[in-house]
């Protein structure tokens, strides 16, 4: 209260000291007098009428009214935050902390704030006061002044008069950081999630393939399901809507649709079982019912199938259902018999798998590399990522590449050999007779250039030693850069179609199993069949001797034939002998 008081008489001293000689000491003392009299009975009576004020008393209060009105225009933030304004020394004394008229000068009550302001008086011999700064409210009566003194630095009141007071700002209990971006955190996290998955499946496909060629087809086995399974539940998801939910679902479209994905792989892996372990089926007396009629019980399964499916139509669901039917057989037709092709390919030898592979994983990543640092063209619309400089860029890549990691694995009888028994493995010892495209040539330069070379290099160059694989490389690598992303932008045209990003959810960052295998299954196709017309050896050994043959035949030299023409001398020979007997 002392404080108070004594803030409220220093500055209504400051007011009356400058005034004229038109107010006599009688009014300033009767002031004084009502001041201290209000200030110590303000709580039980009430408040004493105005005093006349002189036109310099009046000139002083609208002087102070502007001042408080620029203060609080300017010490006002949006934060909500009150900056107190800098004042030059000669208005210091006109500065306070008053209410009500000036007659009144009944001081505030002091409030407990954390932030509190010295407010130093012009007289020099008097103490600083401290008062609690705060924001006073908007004030409805043009007379009423309530404003915060700032805190001035310390040191002597002269220097204090003579410059302005800084303004203090409230300390901030928040860094001014810059606010992360939710789209650039999940960018990264989504990028690390990628990355770590890359690196776990290349180690999972490493380790199958050095465990041997069953592991590997069975990875393509759970490959080609994830992928049926995803591209069929496509169907549903184009097909679905309000009326299936009150009506119900057709319950054996889902069944019939695992029965013919079932059937299919019965035909084809049975196909292939029978083709690559014959010496294994037709020596069992369990398995060779199955074998000599796998394709008449084949056809019996589908023909199975095709029935239930005819009596389980029903009329709401007539076109759904035919629907369904169609879409099965086409996705049976790409992915399916595709792996089929990519499970013969493992068994003719890994290295028709492996290199591959390898090549459209390689294209793909050095396509993402080119595009992101030199891309600036689209290549197709589909793939609105996709431009020329990544798809040329991976093209050159990809054939050097080839030719290096085929070249390596080549060298590797495990790698190169046709399976003969399925619990081999890399550390097994795997002896075969090599395929020809394996064995390493010569071949003679023409003499001139060989002159010219030799002349140039300086040593004697008259033949270049090659093989025949690294021609097939370089076809290889030619189809997976320049054909095989198609099957890529196959999958985008189709994910367009039915307005998604990824047909799934089954590899953390990559999508589904499909958005990884998109170009695998036509690589794996061009493999098969570019193998079977141009590599394969169809050759077999057979002296075709038996037991009661004479010496004469039994001695005749082996001959290299066919499949297809072995049969047919042996049953010449069941001929031969039948009609001797």
């Known amino acids: 209260m002392a404080q108070s008081r004594f803030a409220s008489r220093s ?27 209000t200030t110590s009975s303000a709580a039980t009576e009430p408040p004493a009428p105005p005093v006349k004020m002189s036109k310099t008393a009046m000139k002083k209060a609208a002087k102070a009214a502007r001042l408080e009105k620029l203060n609080s225009l300017a010490a006002e933030k949006p934060n909500g935050e009150i900056t107190a304004k800098a004042v030059s020394s000669s208005d210091s004394a006109e500065a306070g902390s008053f209410t009500g008229n000036l007659g009144d000068l009944e001081p505030e009550p002091p409030v407990d704030l954390v932030d509190e302001a ?77 990355t770590l998955w890359t690196f776990i499946m290349i180690g999972i496909f490493i380790g199958l393939l050095l465990m041997g060629h069953a592991y590997m087809v069975l990875l393509v086995m759970l490959c080609q399901t994830l992928v049926y399974r995803e591209v069929t539940a496509l169907f549903v998801l184009a097909q679905s809507d309000k009326r299936d939910e009150v009506e119900g679902k057709d319950p054996w479209s889902k069944t019939l649709n695992w029965y013919f994905f079932a059937a299919t792989n019965y035909f084809l892996y049975g196909e292939s079982i029978i083709y690559y372990f014959k010496h294994v089926v037709f020596s069992e007396a369990q398995l060779l019912p199955f074998a000599t009629n796998h394709r008449l019980i084949s056809f019996a399964l589908y023909t199975i199938g095709l029935m239930g499916f005819v009596l389980s139509l029903q009329k709401r669901y007539l076109r ?82 080839s030719l290096l990691w085929g070249s390596y694995f080549m060298r590797f009888n495990y790698m190169i050999c046709p399976v003969h028994d399925l619990g081999v493995s890399a550390w097994s010892n795997v002896q075969c007779v090599p395929n020809p495209v394996f064995v390493w040539k010569d071949w003679q330069i ?38 095989a992303p198609f099957g890529g932008f196959f999958a985008s045209g189709f994910k367009r179609a039915f307005n998604i990003k990824d ?15 998109d170009c695998q299954f036509l690589m794996g196709v061009f493999t098969y069949v570019y193998y079977s017309s141009l590599i394969r050896q169809h050759n077999v050994t057979d002296r075709l001797t038996r037991p009661d043959r004479s010496a004469k035949n039994a001695n005749r030299p082996a001959l290299d034939i066919t499949a297809k023409e072995c049969i047919c001398i042996e049953k010449l020979d069941h001929r031969q002998d039948d009609l001797v007997k």
């Not at 992360?180 to 990028?191: A, T």
């Not at 290295?351 to 090549?359: E, Q």
């Not at 047909?503 to 295998?517: K, L, N, Q």
Request: proline residues 10%; aromatic residues 8%.
């Open 446 to 483: 023409p003499t001139p250039l060989a002159t010219v070379l030799s002349t140039t290099l300086q040593t004697q160059i008259t033949s270049i030693s090659y093989v025949p694989y690294h021609l097939h490389l370089l076809s290889m690598s030619f189809f997976a850069s320049l054909v």
């Open 11 to 37: 500055m209504f001293a400051a007011l009356s000291v400058e005034s004229s000689g038109e107010e006599s000491e009688e009014e300033i003392s009767e002031s004084e007098v009502k001041s201290s009299a």
């Open 320 to 401: 759904k259902q035919f629907g369904l039917f169609c879409w099965v057989h086409m996705s049976l037709l790409l992915i399916v018999v595709s792996s089929h092709f990519i499970v013969n390919n493992i068994l003719e030898g890994l290295i028709w798998f492996w290199v591959p592979a390898s090549l459209v994983i390689c294209n793909d990543v050095f396509a993402y590399i080119w595009g992101m640092s030199i891309g600036r063209t689209p290549l197709i619309k589909l793939s609105p990522k996709k431009t020329v400089e990544g798809f040329v860029g991976a093209f050159i890549s990809t054939v050097l590449f």
């Open 503 to 517: 047909f799934g959810h089954s590899i953390p960052g990559h999508g589904g199993m499909t958005d990884r295998m």
């Open 118 to 194: 010295t407010v130093v008086s012009n007289h020099a011999l008097e103490p600083p006061v401290t008062i609690p700064l705060e924001a006073a409210p908007p004030s409805k009566d043009p007379m009423e002044l309530s404003y915060s003194m700032p805190t001035p630095e310390p040191g002597p009141s002269s220097e204090l008069e003579a410059s302005p007071i800084a303004p203090i700002e409230a300390p901030s209990s928040k860094q001014d950081a810059p606010p992360s971006d939710p789209e650039n955190v999940k960018k990264r996290q989504n990028i690390f999630t990628r």
